[in-house]
């Protein structure tokens, strides 16, 4: 079988994916993983990140994410999945792994690799379709509250969002080192963007917590501002990675 998925690897090089408005696994995913903890997945604009943690006992596991793509390889579809980041084994970090998948009404069923198993579609909310993309900070106030701008690198800061759950990472391609990652459900209204926190790696004590910041989409930017997990202001700036 990894002769296959290795020979599958190699052809689609030459394959085109197919753009993110239209890929079949666009949106959120929900499934459980051997020892029952709940596993989450974001596809979004040729990007996926993933989580598994314990909600009852607000206790986080791993994650990962990285670009994705679909292709037809003889007649079989294949998930290919880049890895940019990785809590497991960070060694892994750069590499590509495909394999088969197939799609059955609102199920996704993957058959090997980190991405193995049964993932259910999440039942999307109507969030503004602009917010359903992958951001990537590009400015953060400072404590002298002046605008600063992040320069792009192999540092990132990322948040994937679905029409209804979201999740962010922060780890650098070159090193291979995370930084920290959460997610959970979010929704927009009047102007404010609220989180609900169900995963959070760098304390797990924030789990069931709520952010609300105030929102403004213009263009390609996403600003809000409000407060941290532990009380300090936020206002920063996102841009729709490309």
């Not at 037809?72 to 980041?85: A, N």
């Amino acid at each position: 079988m990894k002769t296959i998925i290795f020979a599958l690897l190699l052809s689609i090089i030459f394959i085109a994916s197919k753009p993110a408005e239209t890929s079949p696994v666009s949106g959120a995913w929900q499934g459980k993983d051997a020892q029952g903890n709940t596993m989450t997945m974001i596809c979004s604009n040729n990007y996926l990140m993933f989580g598994v943690y314990d909600l009852a006992n607000k206790k986080y596991v791993k994650s990962g994410g990285g670009t994705y793509q679909l292709s037809d390889v003889g007649g079989k579809k294949v998930f290919s999945y880049k890895r940019e980041f990785n809590t497991e084994d960070s060694t892994v970090v750069g590499l590509t792994v495909a394999n088969l998948f197939t799609i059955n009404n609102n199920d996704l069923t993957i058959s090997e690799g980190p991405l193995a198993g049964t993932w259910k579609r999440v039942d999307e909310t109507k969030s503004p379709k602009t917010m359903a993309t992958a951001w990537r900070i590009r400015a953060r106030e400072n404590k002298e509250f002046k605008m600063e701008t992040i320069l792009k690198g192999s540092r990132k800061t990322l948040k994937i969002l679905s029409g209804s759950r979201f999740q962010w990472a922060a780890f650098n391609t070159d090193t291979h080192q995370f930084f920290g990652t959460g997610g959970g459900n979010y929704a927009v209204k009047d102007g404010k963007y609220t989180e609900n926190i169900e995963f959070f790696s760098r304390d797990n004590s924030r789990v069931g917590g709520k952010l609300t910041f105030d929102c403004v989409l213009n263009g390609k930017d996403w600003t809000h501002a409000g407060q941290s997990t532990t009380g300090v202001r936020v206002h920063e700036i996102w841009e729709k990675e490309e």
